[in-house]
């Protein structure tokens, strides 16, 4: 009943906080004879790891990820495989600041009511470093979903909204997502962004997005009703994301705007297949996989760590103000693209394990 | 691993089909020695069930509970509650016209692709009347809420907006809720929503709804990181409910329309008591319940099953088309007020189960 | 977390009391298309069921069973299947003389004590009564190791002791065993047999029993390192049966009689196959299935209900005495060993799904 | 679902090969606020070690454990505890001789059946390596044990019997356990067991062993009928570690020789407190703890890793034979002992976490 795990056959643990010696996960449920190592699993860490472009925190980690069971030769042994990180920069902060101060937005102060005790340096467990071992875990995900399904099912994240500024979708190009700063897939957006942030953070401030995460070339079936749906599994597991408060599929919150003629998916063959004319559903009916591409979205709040001096009280019940200096993300929705496609990658992983 | 379960301690699986001899939930994890009657569950199922107004279906179903087993002289007493509602209007219908044929919107195509056989009567397993059995399921979790809490604790849903027509937030008055064929806090609207359904029934269509669940008096401490979350359950719970495509907390999905000086709920002291400055967080922070009023929407698609027609195939793989006779409720949203109550309040009690 | 629910994939939870309205279980987990009516289900529930023989209790259950949901024109859905027994028999007894006494040797004092209240008709929730339930889930789950494995996989039980006779293994015949009251595989036993009973009975005594059970046909890879190995699974599913005190795989706690060189099995190739030398090792090697015959034993404690008075407590904690009248069995591994054979079954039936 | 986990709310997972670079676990549901160091869990790695003495494997490990995770400034925080023991003398070793044979009596053809691949490195994930983690696990399930109910309530393992030889039950003292080599509570056999362990060695043998273990202090009301009973959840548990292959509560299989009226265990006041006149039934009553002493036994088998040559196959399917040199335990049963207490604490502690 670990509350740390997520995943009923593809399932992971994580454990670590954002100042302790290391980070790490479990992952159990990965099939035998798989291909793994270390460099399967760095690049998606790298797109996520903090000090990366001058628009997200400039804390230095090298996340160097180190598999440590589970590998035997080269391949998973359908054995548990340990990956843990070292913390290398978790010294070099004074804390005395929040240390008896609630930051206002965070979970300082539940889990100082919930346990009595908090490890605050960063946030403890509460920290987003913890979402490095979920695009680890996600990472091996992957490899199971282009095992078991075929190397043209592929998992993809993007940023399409930063504060109220949104992508204008007909100009969304895959090959653009990696190309800027912003995972943005519409490249005549991105320079009103560098602005939005820039004049963010001059404000003492910061922004919130919404992150949109696609599935394709997933089969028929994935998903088991009733209540473990494919959407309801990838809402809660969106959902986990620090800071995430909403989690919408297909046109998802937009289907009130539509009526039962315009928003049914209808259905003709097509090559002898049959094929949907529209996807108002992202590709789930029922709590299964249609076929079609799975879309998701999510909406990550704006960064609670600013600098703006903000009301709060302390851990002797006294009023007091917080400004929290040092290296933050002024729009945490940006490395959420990478922990984003990590969770659908995983829940897609575990439903490809109950199918096949 | 049941997929028809939900809930770690508080847990309750449900069964049975739209057509079948009956439905029914199991539901274990309900503490020893509090007073449960058929009388505490029957109000709920009644605010439920079709036929009770034209905006809904005119399914005739009585749906009267009967517990079998778990409650002795009055009092539960720890042991699983076995419920049971009998089907009495299962065989009025002839189901010639639906039978090989995939109603689009809805999970007839990935069923019969999953399991290979369907039970097409009503939609069978993927019917929503299975979730006549987590209002009951919710009327249980009330009791553990109330006595574990206390009976200030309050779970209250409501219809929000239907197609493009929204309350107005300060018109809310609890009280009108119980009052209207719609759920609706806002009696201002009432006049409006009657036409919207009116038109769209009388153009062979259906739309869309939000709901709005509350839960008041719940104390700070429920909830467990890193992956069982209050709000990542609750997000869950809500998008298992058939036709759901989005879910959110607080200000949700607007969030993005703040900025980090907006958004965070500043914390002062009175009368010796934290509280909060606003509740953009819905009541969650850090996935632990911060103490304030927990709130989360989600949005109900427009019903599939209209009478227009659609095109769609079928189980040969023939192109056709279907129009959906019968007795169909032209907003599913207003029905799923209960149930969302029903989710809210059994995840609630699950937590608090963990908590207390 | 339901602790009424049993097994991971093929997962069935149990209801109700003894003297209640009805006992039933919910199973999950069943794959499509298994040809299933109540006639699968009846055959073993008749072998368990009570007043069959004067060596066993003369409480009148027809016990039959009803299908309630899952299964569509005599195939499973998928879905979950919900069986029914009414209790016939339920009124006619009087309670009032256990109503305040804890009857020594059975689940009284302590769920008292856990739950403060306790339903005495018949032991409530703690009566092997709920063991009915078991046996219709093993039924259901011979049919999924009959598809999955093959029709020649088999599951038999036996009671190889009462008191301290012992069966003459070299006298084992499976025909035997569905021809005497004892389900005992060795005819020449069986007088030996009604005599210690009929003994035991008018000494107001009762008597132990050993079963054993064995699964033939099951190939090697069922069962998963670390802690839900094939053989940690049996022995906890046949812990749970009412009144089992041991649990042993292959030969048990004999093997310490053996050594090293002797209590391996040894390994050959005959036919082009791989075969053991024996099979000390019960057919389970690492917790995996070996392809060898799978075997067990449990072992069931005398009849805690006697009429020989014996002393007690009461719910004033005031010393007393209780001497059990009524239609008790004089020893209740006699019907244990159906209960025995589902347990292997639905353990069985459990790895079976997560295998294949 | 992990198979590498085990408990529902005093969790762990272990991960880690024989000869892989490290070992591990992840204890999770450990609440906030105990006082908790490496020192308080390196005592009992210290009693299950190898190379010890002449009667346990010569292998040399440190077994020096590490917490990575869940302790802040000495105390628990109520996240995942990551303990880390490094493996350092896994390179010196030449696997050659067993690398394409299968060692009968081992996990090792069964695990290359299932998973086509295996770690013959020292049994990789199979090895009773594995165990070391369950120790540590059992230390931290001793300090929520003695925090929970009280420092009063003790764990206890002793070995009761080798090959043929038993311990005299009258003899039995708590202070010799740790006082000789075979953790022996009966002073007067320990010259015996010497001898008969220096004997199957000169053989190229090896012994099985019987160990009991016992929870004192525990109080009435721990278990879960029907499913997770405490003593289902023990037999389970100890049936878990290599190489047991039976499990008893109380007089367990002895009870067959007992009838009704001297099997069941009287109760009487004494000092207004109820008390049994015997613990025939090992401290469980229905599954649920009596207040009694927790009394169980589990039998190891002979160390199937001997020196004298048995007959086996290869991975080619060809016959061939094998003999297993090096440092293997000639009687794995004593090293069993600080295992089995660890496994009784760790289900102990679960159930534990669940009642209070």
Chains 1, 2, 3, 4 share one sequence.
């Not at 919404?210 to 969106?238: F, N, Q, T, W």
Request: proline share 3%.
């Amino acid at each position: 009943m670990s509350s740390n795990s997520i995943g009923k056959i593809f399932n992971f643990t994580t454990w670590g906080e954002s100042h302790g010696k290391a980070i790490g996960c479990v992952i159990d449920g990965v099939p035998s004879n798989i291909r793994l190592q270390e460099n399967d699993i760095q690049p998606f860490l790298d797109k996520r790891k903090p000090g990366q472009s001058k628009y997200t925190t400039q804390r230095k980690e090298d996340d160097k990820v180190e598999i440590l069971s589970g590998v035997f030769e080269g391949l998973t042994t359908g054995h548990p495989i340990s990956l843990i990180i070292y913390n290398s920069d978790q010294r070099s902060k004074d804390y005395s600041d929040i240390k008896d101060k609630f930051r206002p937005g965070h979970a300082d102060y539940t889990y100082w009511k919930k346990y009595g005790i908090r490890d605050y340096r960063g946030g403890g467990r509460s920290s987003a470093r913890e979402t490095a071992m979920r695009v680890a875990a996600g990472a091996v995900a992957r490899k199971i979903i282009n095992q078991k399904i075929s190397n043209e099912a592929k998992i993809t994240g993007a940023l399409v909204q930063i504060g109220n500024s949104k992508i204008n979708y007909n100009n969304w190009n895959d090959k653009n997502i990696s190309e800027n700063e912003f995972f943005c897939p519409d490249e005549k957006i991105v320079s009103e962004w560098k602005n939005l942030i820039d004049n963010a953070r001059k404000d003492g401030s910061s922004l919130g997005a919404i992150i949109e995460v696609r599935a394709s070339g997933i089969p028929v079936g994935l998903g088991e009703p009733i209540y473990d749906k494919l959407d309801s599994d990838i809402a809660k597991a969106l959902m986990t994301i620090n800071a995430v408060k909403g989690v919408e599929i297909g046109n998802g919150f937009d289907c009130v705007y539509e009526n039962g003629k315009t928003n049914v998916d209808e259905m003709i063959m097509k090559d002898g297949k049959p094929i949907f004319l529209s996807n108002n559903n992202g590709g789930v009916l029922g709590g299964i996989s249609s076929g079609q591409k799975i879309i998701a979205r999510f909406v990550v709040k704006p960064t609670s760590s600013i600098i703006s001096e903000r009301r709060t009280i302390d851990t002797d019940l006294k009023e007091t103000s917080i400004s929290t200096k040092g290296r933050h993300d002024p729009c945490v929705g940006i490395r959420a693209v990478p922990v984003g496609e990590a969770m659908l990658a995983t829940t897609i992983a575990d439903h490809c394990l109950r199918f096949f």
